[in-house]
T-cell receptor, first 114, second 115 residues
Framework: AQKVTQAQTEISVVEKEDVTLDCVYETRDTTYYLFWYKQPPSGELVFLIRRNSFDEQNEISGRYSWNFQKSTSSFNFTITASQVVDSAVYFCARLNTGFQKLVFGTGTRLLVSP | GAGVSQSPRYKVAKRGQDVALRCDPISGHVSLFWYQQALGQGPEFLTYFQNEAQLDKSGLPSDRFFAERPEGSVSTLKIQRTQQEDSAVYLC?????????????FGSGTQLSVL
């Protein structure tokens, strides 16, 4: 199976620290999409970003930034100056073109303490 | 409401009991998905609807699982003769257009516990 691996099960940081969440994916396709979702304690998954496989340009959105590297099949997510409200489980996911199902990693639980 | 609504929020069932889980997607959303999330795991795909048509049910784990969306809006996931391994959070998601290269809007899920 073409997996999405999030090797970090849980990360604990203190507020204002920077933190990077790792994501490594497997795919045999040349065209695919990658996603990050946030799952707060309330349970719903919140969309953060979607990238297609042809766009390796790194993206920044406020305190969030993403580093997509096809050469290493990685799509890492960095939160700068973390805040308590960032505490959640973060999921990386992959979608292959032509298919409807997202394949999720096992998630990384981020705990930000004051 | 503005978001995806799922009910009930929690469901406790005795083994062998049938259950029905409801999903109200965002109004007008074409695509609807069901995912199953076991404790400590990422969501796993169950099934996909485009309007009322069930286009992919490859993720349904057994023939005890059945989903429908008869009028292209509300969807129901039914599990017959529940087993302990069915205990999980069942998440519903919708998107405005076809396919999941669009971002999905998820509900808060139904947590099913089978005793």
């Amino acid at each position: 199976a073409q997996k999405v691996t999030q090797a970090q099960t849980e990360i604990s940081v203190v507020e204002k620290e920077d933190v990077t969440l790792d994501c490594v994916y497997e795919t045999r396709d040349t065209t695919y999409y990658l996603f990050w979702y946030k799952q707060p304690p309330s349970g719903e998954l919140v969309f953060l970003i979607r990238r297609n496989s042809f766009d390796e340009q790194n993206e920044i959105s406020g305190r969030y930034s993403w580093n997509f590297q096809k050469s290493t099949s990685s799509f890492n997510f960095t939160i700068t100056a973390s805040q308590v409200v960032d505490s959640a489980v973060y999921f990386c996911a992959r979608l292959n073109t032509g298919f409807q199902k997202l394949v999720f990693g096992t998630g990384t639980r981020l705990l930000v303490s004051p | 409401g503005a978001g995806v609504s799922q009910s009930p929020r929690y469901k406790v069932a005795k083994r062998g009991q049938d259950v029905a889980l409801r999903c109200d997607p965002i109004s007008g959303h074409v695509s609807l998905f069901w995912y199953q999330q076991a404790l400590g795991q990422g969501p796993e795909f169950l099934t996909y609807f485009q309007n009322e048509a069930q286009l992919d049910k490859s993720g349904l784990p057994s023939d005890r699982f059945f989903a429908e969306r008869p009028e292209g809006s509300v969807s129901t996931l039914k599990i017959q003769r529940t087993q302990q391994e069915d205990s999980a959070v069942y998440l519903c998601a919708s998107s405005a257009r076809r396919g999941t290269n669009e971002k999905l809007f998820f509900g808060s899920g139904t947590q099913l516990s089978v005793l």
